[in-house]
């Protein structure tokens, strides 16, 4: 079963600090793992994409690393601010799926605290 | 423009009105999806247009009815709704052949 898992549900971290969210798939063939930021009653935003062949990724202070071996992905943040504070969602396609099948995560709430 | 565009932001009615929501893209995809989103849940497909036509029907309760006008547009009409189809209503386009999907704002739907 197609299936993507995230850890840990809600974090909480100080401005400044770093973290990292985990992300575990079991969908396959996989195709590309995406990770989206999505504000409260907001659309979701795409922040990286990787492919089976991409090890790590950066978008400003994001950093996506995948390992296909394991079928696991993180995404890295630095120095966090307070816009920082939203869902955090792991959302891997398949390779030959039917149009538009994506396998969404749950999501981790990140809250940042001045 | 990299834009998908949903209109109305919020959106209240009873369960005897009806409503419709609507998305833009002028981003040239001729896919368009609906998506359904409850509260601190992933987004839920419901409905999946290719070069205007419906290719893909998440069995959505037929008070939920998906339109395709033309290529750049995407109508969702709303009737007989019930409180529990309150939810974030979320719209997203791509190209047919690409699997990356950008995500419109959301209709933030409050049924009554």
């Known amino acids: 079963k197609n299936q993507v898992e995230q850890s840990p549900q809600s974090l909480i971290i100080l401005e400044g600090k770093n973290c990292t969210l985990q992300c575990n798939y079991t969908v396959s063939p996989f195709s590309n793992l995406r990770w989206y930021k999505q504000d409260t009653g907001r659309g979701p935003v795409s922040l990286t994409i990787m492919t089976f062949s991409e090890n790590t990724k950066s978008n400003g202070r994001y950093t996506a690393t995948l390992d296909a071996d394991t079928k696991q992905s993180s995404l890295h943040i630095t120095a966090s601010q307070l816009s920082d504070s939203a869902s955090y969602i792991c959302v891997v396609s398949a390779r030959g799926s039917t149009l538009g099948r994506l396998y969404f995560g749950r999501g981790t709430q990140l809250t940042v605290w001045p | 423009d990299t834009e998908v565009t949903q209109t109305p932001k919020h959106l209240v009615m009873g369960m005897t009105n009806k409503k419709s929501l609507k998305c833009e893209q002028h981003?040239?995809?001729?896919?368009m999806y609906w998506y359904k989103q409850k509260a601190k849940k992933p987004p839920e497909l419901m409905f999946v247009?290719?070069?205007?036509?419906?290719?893909i029907n998440e069995s959505v309760p037929s008070r939920f009815s998906p339109e395709c006008p033309n290529s750049s547009l995407l109508n969702l009409h709303l009737h007989a709704l019930q409180p529990e189809d309150s939810a974030l209503y979320l719209c997203?386009?791509?190209?047919?052949?690409?699997?990356?999907?950008?995500f419109g704002p959301g209709t933030r739907l409050t049924v009554l």
């Open positions: 247009y290719s070069y205007e036509k419906l290719s």
């Open positions: 997203a386009s791509s190209h047919p052949m690409s699997d990356t999907q950008y």
């Open positions: 981003m040239g995809h001729r896919a």
